[in-house]
């Protein structure tokens, strides 16, 4: 059997080469797409989104075997 996901992954840019803009897309791409893919392709959150979210979360909801189990081989990947 084949295995895949379909992800609704967001094109984010920032408007304009400014600091402000650039971190701003990053934060943004962090939580509208590598919070996914980082666990699914990586087996693990992004850093910078740990580091970001601290003051919000200690990410004490992710438990043991989490990360093991949404980092599985996948046959393909969708993007919508």
């Known amino acids: 059997a084949q295995v895949s996901?379909?992800?609704?992954v967001h094109?984010?840019?920032p408007l304009s080469g400014g600091d402000g803009d650039v971190d701003a897309a990053r934060r943004i791409d962090a939580?509208?797409?590598r919070v996914f893919?980082?666990?699914m392709l990586n087996g693990a959150?992004?850093?910078?989104?740990?580091?970001?979210?601290?003051?919000?979360?200690d990410w004490s909801f992710v438990q043991d075997g989490d990360l093991r189990?949404?980092?599985q081989p996948l046959?393909?990947?969708?993007?919508?």
Not at 5 to 8: G, I, K, R
Not at 45 to 57: F, H, S, V
Not at 75 to 80: I, M, P, S
């Open 37 to 39: 893919t980082g666990p």
């Open 11 to 13: 094109h984010v840019r």
């Open 31 to 33: 939580l509208a797409n």
């Open 45 to 57: 959150y992004p850093e910078d989104l740990l580091k970001d979210t601290a003051e919000l979360t």
């Open 5 to 8: 996901v379909t992800l609704n």
């Open 69 to 71: 189990q949404a980092h």
């Open 75 to 80: 046959d393909f990947l969708g993007v919508n």
